[in-house]
């Protein structure tokens, strides 16, 4: 059974910045692609950022360039860390991972979330 538990949201000003985390249990977490997702009130789920098992990383275009996702396989432990946060960042943000499969295809696991509110 894999658990993600995100920590690290809460209430920022504009122009601020934060750092997400997560914690991997229940996994081998460094054969796991990560990802941080997520998703604004009646908005669809969307992308923000990955990193691979190998550290190749992914960022969408909204956040590119003040966003930077790392991982550290020690801890078990992904992170999103977030610069110049505007009012369009707030969001709940969900963990991801993707398990590699015995047979191939990876299987899918989501953390809770965790809601980040960017006041103006």
């Known amino acids: 059974h894999v658990d993600l538990v995100e920590s690290g949201g809460g209430l920022v000003q504009a122009g601020g910045s934060l750092t997400l985390s997560c914690v991997a249990s229940?996994?081998?977490?460094?054969?796991?692609?990560m990802g941080w997702y997520r998703q604004a009130p009646g908005k669809q789920r969307e992308l923000v950022a990955t990193i691979t098992s190998e550290g190749t990383t992914n960022y969408a275009d909204s956040v590119k360039g003040r966003s930077t996702i790392s991982r550290d396989n020690a801890k078990d432990a992904v992170y999103l860390h977030m610069n110049s946060l505007n009012p369009d960042d707030t969001a709940v943000y969900y963990c991801r991972a993707e398990e590699p499969a015995w047979g191939g295809g990876t299987l899918d696991f989501w953390g809770q979330g965790i809601q980040v509110t960017v006041s103006s």
């Open positions: 229940g996994t081998i977490f460094d054969r796991d692609a």
